[in-house]
């Protein structure tokens, strides 16, 4: 599996989206799930690719090198609620008539709605899905399986990547949906543990977000930690005030104490209250 992050012309690297702007500033426990996401090569699909470097005409002998070009496809925003293992909307033409001009199609894959059972999770889950994507989910002897051994380069769709990080943090908390039956408990933990060496805690805490979403994670918990951080002038100024009130306040009581001992009120008003706007005036 070999990595595309980085476009080279000459010695000239080409930056990514996480080279600039809030994607810099994303933590790399992030930045790895998005390169293996969208920076990684995913199995060819729609075309076979060929081995070796050079290829050789059966009928005329011409060698001609070997170019394994993808064939263009997207994913359409409504697969991110979807299963398609992989298989994406193939754009190109088609020949409907002959000694006609071809026209633009569109190749969809054929969907299905299907219930798929997740091991550790303990839950069933109506989904839609294509026919590979029930071919690899039996190819690996299980849902959960499929998601933890596919990469995210290979899985595409946000719904498979949110519920691989499910399976993640459960597995990472010892499966509380068995609490009720240790044996079990014990048993699908040691099927499934040995998946969570691959990555670290806050690697599965980051993993199978967009980058939208990603980035607006990452400022909250930056505004958070500012708030936290930054107190407003007008407490600090109120506080030192109040000290400062305080201990004049001490200092004159202090300095005349026969005044407070002859109970004076007239004269032992505190000049706080000769200086509050509020307070009512005393009779003289």
């Not at 008539?97 to 199609?105: A, D, G, S």
């Amino acid at each position: 599996m070999a990595f595309k992050s980085v476009k080279t012309l000459g010695n000239y690297i080409k930056p990514t989206i996480l080279d600039k702007g809030i994607g810099a500033q994303l933590p790399e426990a992030y930045k790895k799930f998005y390169k293996e996401w969208k920076l990684t090569e995913p199995t060819a699909v729609h075309y076979i690719p060929e081995s070796g470097k050079w290829k050789r005409d059966d009928v005329t002998g011409e060698v001609t090198p070997i170019q394994n070009i993808p064939i263009p496809t997207f994913l359409p925003k409504e697969a991110n609620d979807h299963i398609w293992g992989g298989e994406e909307v193939v754009q190109g033409f088609e020949v409907r008539k002959e000694r006609r001009r071809r026209v633009p199609h569109f190749w969809v894959p054929i969907l299905r709605r299907t219930v798929v059972y997740s091991e550790v999770l303990n839950k069933y889950m109506s989904v839609i899905v294509t026919d590979r994507a029930i071919n690899l989910i039996n190819a690996h002897y299980g849902f959960d399986h499929y998601l933890l051994k596919t990469p995210a380069c290979d899985l595409k769709s946000l719904l498979p990547l949110v519920l691989k990080r499910k399976i993640l943090q459960e597995l990472d908390k010892g499966c509380p949906a068995y609490a009720d039956r240790p044996e079990k408990q014990e048993q699908i933990l040691k099927r499934y543990q040995g998946y969570l060496a691959a990555y670290t805690r806050e690697e599965i805490e980051w993993y199978g977000y967009s980058f939208d979403e990603a980035c607006k994670i990452w400022k909250d918990k930056m505004e958070a930690e500012n708030q936290k951080k930054i107190v407003p002038l007008k407490h600090v100024f109120r506080s030192q005030l109040i000290e400062s009130l305080k201990a004049a306040s001490s200092s004159d009581s202090l300095s005349n104490p026969d005044r407070i001992e002859a109970g004076d009120t007239g004269s032992s008003a505190s000049w706080l209250e000769k200086i509050n706007p509020f307070g009512k005036k005393r009779e003289t």
